[in-house]
């Protein structure tokens, strides 16, 4: 937990989120500022800042993390229509919350790049 992020206080329950499910690992919760008609971010409760800062001991943290987005996509029934995963590492990318999370975005169109 770091004091000041604000994933690590919705993961502690400190913070209000509309959770999904959560278990000892993961929680998904819907995005506050949706930019699709579902979404949802999935997240690690151990904070990693980003993606860049993952370690080899992360390695089965980051597949329940995948996993946890499939369980999204399962339940919400967002397979069918197809559904995009968006991780945004560094401020560059567009990151503005350092507590490493997917996005998981669906029904709407999509273009490519
Ligand atoms: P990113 O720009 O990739 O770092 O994505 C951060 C996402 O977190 C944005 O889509 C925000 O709308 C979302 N967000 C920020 N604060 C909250 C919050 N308290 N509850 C739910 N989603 C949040």
């Not at 206080?9 to 993961?26: H, N, R």
């Not at 080899?56 to 946890?68: F, N, S």
């Not at 997917?102 to 709407?108: D, F, K, L, T």
Request: net charge negative; aromatic share 6%.
């Amino acid at each position: 937990m770091t004091a000041d992020c604000i994933f690590c206080k919705i993961a502690a329950g400190e913070v209000g989120a509309d959770v999904l499910f959560e278990d000892d690992d993961i929680l998904a919760f819907r995005d506050v500022r949706p930019v699709a008609p579902t979404h949802v971010l999935v997240i690690p409760r151990k904070h990693i800042t980003s993606l860049a800062q993952a370690d080899p001991e992360d390695q089965a943290l980051l597949g329940k993390l995948l996993l946890g987005v499939r369980r999204v996509a399962d339940e919400l029934g967002l397979v069918e229509a197809g559904y995009r995963t968006i991780i945004n590492t560094g401020r560059g990318a567009g990151q503005t919350v350092f507590h490493l999370h997917v996005h998981v975005m669906s029904g709407r169109a999509w273009t490519w790049p």
